[in-house]
Nanobody, 125 residues
Framework: QVQLVESGGRLVQTGGSLKLSCTGS????????MGWFRQAPGKEREFVAA????????HYADSIKGRFTISRDNTKNTVYLQMNSLNPDDTAVYYC??????????????????WGQGTQVTVSS
């Protein structure tokens, strides 16, 4: 079992930046691929970004590419999502997730084993 706790979400103005954190406990954090997903009101959950176990590769949704950066510090059992140039379309609950799936499935939420409770990001216009 892996417990994940997200933090860093808040209200921010359009064009602003936020850095989300997700800290894991319970099992060896470095064994897991880590992903960020988001769900806006009335919409399905969508993939945002993911990073492989050792940080060797990162993957991004087209909608946020160039604005968001995922990173991890396995010594701190933490994955980060740096979000820049935020706009109202980025408003959502952001979730981190941990999984052991193969690389080709790293964007698929159903392939992640453990999920955090989410942190709310609201971008005002």
């Amino acid at each position: 079992q892996v417990q994940l706790v997200e933090s860093g979400g808040r209200l921010v103005q359009t064009g602003g930046s936020l850095k989300l954190s997700c800290t894991g406990s319970g099992r060896t954090f470095s064994n897991y691929n880590m992903g960020w997903f988001r769900q806006a009101p009335g919409k399905e959950r969508e993939f945002v970004a993911a990073i492989r176990r050792n940080g060797g590769s990162t993957h991004y949704a087209d909608s946020i590419k160039g604005r968001f950066t995922i990173s991890r510090d396995n010594t701190k059992n933490t994955v980060y999502l740096q979000m820049n140039s935020l706009n109202p379309d980025d408003t959502a609950v952001y979730y981190c997730a941990a999984g052991t799936q193969i690389l080709s499935a790293i964007r698929e939420g159903r392939m992640y084993n453990f999920w955090g409770q989410g942190t709310q990001v609201t971008v005002s216009s």
